[in-house]
């Protein structure tokens, strides 16, 4: 582990150094915020049946989406692996004496941590000291507040896990485009950052709820605000657990099979 230890810190202070763009991706997460909680409050203003899930904690979700948009969002993306794909130059990256897979994945987890760092907590204080209609609350409980950080660092490992898919994908198709979109349009759909999963019909609560993308996203947040809680909330953290192993064992072994194929043309 010590390889790739050593490569996620050395990654990480790498992304720490572009804080300008993190300041200006603050300030443009910050109004597309206020804009989504305009929409939600017009919409319960004139809701006919009491909504499942109560206001402030949808204030709430949309602050914590906003804050830690890149650990939750697929179409984050590391242009650089597509570029290794595509133009042969992952012959260099297989000559490492180490793992591509585990490789792959700490470089991706290095670049989320160090983006979501420096945007995060500017976003959550400024919230913090909003007025009342419009602030972030804090959880319930440390109990909470234990409980969703461990959900939130176990979402974001299941999200690079599902994202590994994205990259081993390009080794077939040659082309990111079609992936990225689908990746993208499915993963936040079904992860509750265009519509709440409580706020969808039934059918597609049902649908969210076998697919892994709600676990790292939408369970998180309802889980600092306490709509899931208690033994609900251990419960999701085993899921979201198996989840992780079953997508990491099936990425390797996609990835190594892959690469047992893989012909590198040129001189």
Known sequence: MRPYVSFLKLRLNMGMQYRTAAFAGVATQFFWGMIIIMVFEAFYQHATKTP????????????????????????????????LITSGNIAYELCRPWELYGFWYAKLLAQRLSSAM???????????????????????SVTTLILFIITLLLGLLLLIAISMFLYISVFVTMSPVGALLLF?????????LIIPVPLMPSWLQTIANILPFRWTADFPFRVYSGHISGQA??????????YLAVL?????????????????QGG
């Open 52 to 83: 499942p899930i109560s206001l402030p904690q949808i204030i709430t979700y949309v602050w914590l989406q906003q804050a830690f948009l890149v650990f939750v969002t697929m179409w984050f993306r590391d242009n650089e692996l597509f570029e």
């Open 118 to 140: 420096l945007r995060c907590f500017p976003i959550l204080i400024i919230a913090l000291f909003l007025p009342a209609t419009y602030r972030l609350t804090i959880p319930p």
């Open 184 to 192: 993208s349009v499915l993963g936040e759909f079904f992860a509750g």
């Open 233 to 242: 909330a251990i419960n999701g953290i085993l899921i979201q657990l198996a």
């Open 248 to 264: 990491v064992v099936l990425g390797r072994c996609a990835l190594n099979r892959i690469l047992r194929k893989v012909v590198v």
